[in-house]
DNA sequence: CGCTGCTTTTACACTTTCTTAACGCCATGG
DNA sequence: CCATGGCGTTAAGAAAGTGTAAAAGCAGCG
C-alpha cells in the first residue's frame, strides 16, 4: 500500500484529500505546517507528497526544497490560480507535478498515477509513452512500431518530454536541456520544434499539450 | 593462441592468475590499475579479461563501463565475497562471470572456457546482411561469394555497421569501437571511409544510409 | 632510397537542419 | 470592443553536417 503525506494549512483541505486517497487506498498522514510536515516525511517515508503552496510560516516552495535535499518522493503541487511565476519555480525545483484548486478528484488520481509511475521507469534504455518509443542507444524513434524519422533536436526534445511524461516540463527546463551551453531566447525557436514534432507525431502517438505561460506537457493519447 | 588481461592491483594476484593462465596457453599481459588496463586493453585487444572489482583509484565497475563503450571481449569479475551488489550491478553492466576469491584454478579455468565459448556461438564468426557477408575470423569479406577487399579500417567499419544491420549506429559508437583509444576527432576521417565503402560495396549489396546528424545505418538491400 | 598501399588531411560543392522573423489566431482583461 | 501576450504556423536565410576528390603523411619493403 502506498503512503500519501498532505502538507496543507487548511483543516477543509485536508479532509477532503484524505477521504479521496483513502478511498483510493491509500495511507495518509497529515502536517499543517511546513516545519512539521518535513518532520513526518523524514519519518513516515511517504511514496508521494501533496504540498500546498501557500503555507503560513514557511514557504511551500522552501519546503519543497529542504525535502529535495534528501529525497527524491514524487511531489504533487497543490496551488490556487494566479501564482504561475511560484509554480514554474516549484516544478524547476524539482515538483513532478501540480493540480490547480479547486480540482476534480479525477484529476489528482490520476496526476497521482502518473508521477508515481514515472519514478519507477527511470533511466532505462528505451522511454515508452503509448505507441511511442524512444530508444536512446541507437536515437532511433517510432510510432506503433513503425520508425519515426526525427532531427537530433526534435529527438533531444521528445526525449526530455517522454522522461517527463504526464507531467510538466517548463520551458526553461527544456532550454537547459535541449540547447544546453547555448543559451539563447526562452522559447523563440521552441515553437517550431513543438510544431514539428507534432505534425510528425500526429494522431496516432501521445499529444504535446501547451501549458500556457509554464511549458510543455506529453499526454498519453 | 588467446590473449588475456588481468587488471588486478595486488602483484601476488597477478602472478598467480598469470602462472595459470600461461599453463594453459594463454597469452598474458597485467594492469595494476583501471585507467592502465584500459589502455592495455585497447592496445592489445585481448580475448578475455581478468577483472578485479576492488580497484584503488577507478572503480572497477567504471573501468567495465568505460571498456563496454567500444569492446564485447569477454569479462571475467574477481571478487570477495560479500559484494553481491556490486557484483550484480557489474552483470547488469555486462560482465560475463565471476569468480569469488578465494577461487580454485579449476574453477577459474573452467568459467573462462565456457565465457568464451559463449561469446563465440552467440556472436556466429560470420556476419550476413544480404549479399554481403563478412568472416570475422579470416577479416574477409564477400559480396555476392565474390571476394570484396577492404582495408583494416573499412573492414571494422563496416563490421560495427553490420553487427546492428538496420538500425542507427551512432557516430559516438563508430569512432569507439573503430578508432578505440586513439584520436578523438568526432568525424573527419569516418566520411572519407564510409564512401570508399560504399563504392567498394556498389549497387549490389547493403546501402550505408546516412541519418543527419546521428550516425549511419546499414540497410539490407 | 623510392616504391606501394593505407590512412589522414584538406578543400569545396551540396544537402539537411536550425534559427530567425513575420503573421494570424485565440484567450484574457481593461 | 480593442489591446495585449502567448502560441501555432509558415517561409527564407544562416548554420551545421555530409559526399567527394585529390593531395599529403606514414608505415613496411624491396
Known amino acids: 500500500m502506498s503512503k500519501a503525506l498532505i502538507i496543507d494549512d487548511e483543516q477543509q483541505m485536508r479532509r477532503l484529500l484524505r477521504m ?3 478511498s483510493r487506498g491509500y ?4 502536517a499543517a505546517e511546513g516545519q512539521l510536515g518535513l518532520q513526518e516525511a523524514a519519518f513516515h517515508r511517504p ?3 501533496l504540498l500546498d503552496l501557500g503555507l503560513p510560516g514557511m514557504n511551500g ?3 519543497l526544497k529542504r525535502l529535495r535535499e534528501w529525497s527524491d518522493v514524487p511531489v504533487l503541487i497543490l496551488s490556487v490560480r494566479d501564482q504561475e511565476t511560484i509554480k514554474v519555480e516549484a516544478l524547476e525545483i524539482g515538483a513532478d507535478d501540480y493540480v490547480t484548486k479547486p480540482f476534480g478528484t479525477a484529476e489528482l488520481l490520476a496526476r497521482l498515477t502518473v508521477i508515481q509511475r514515472r519514478r519507477f521507469t ?3 534504455a528505451e522511454i515508452v509513452v503509448g505507441a511511442l518509443k524512444l530508444d536512446l542507444l541507437h536515437h532511433e524513434a517510432s510510432l506503433d512500431d513503425a520508425p519515426l524519422k526525427l532531427t537530433p533536436t526534435e529527438f533531444a526534445l521528445l526525449k526530455v518530454l517522454a522522461e517527463h511524461a504526464g507531467r510538466i516540463v517548463t520551458q ?5 536541456q535541449v540547447w544546453a551551453g547555448q543559451s539563447s531566447d526562452p522559447s523563440e525557436g521552441l515553437r517550431v520544434h513543438i510544431n514539428h514534432l507534432r505534425k510528425k507525431i500526429g494522431d496516432a502517438g ?3 499539450v501547451n501549458e500556457p505561460g509554464i511549458g510543455y506537457r506529453l499526454e498519453e493519447a
Open 27 to 30: 495511507e495518509v498522514c497529515e
Open 61 to 63: 516552495i522552501e519546503v
Open 206 to 208: 501521445p499529444r504535446i
Open 47 to 49: 511514496d508521494v507528497v
Open 122 to 124: 527511470r533511466q532505462s
Open 172 to 176: 526553461n527546463q527544456i532550454m537547459k
Open 20 to 22: 479521496v486517497l483513502e
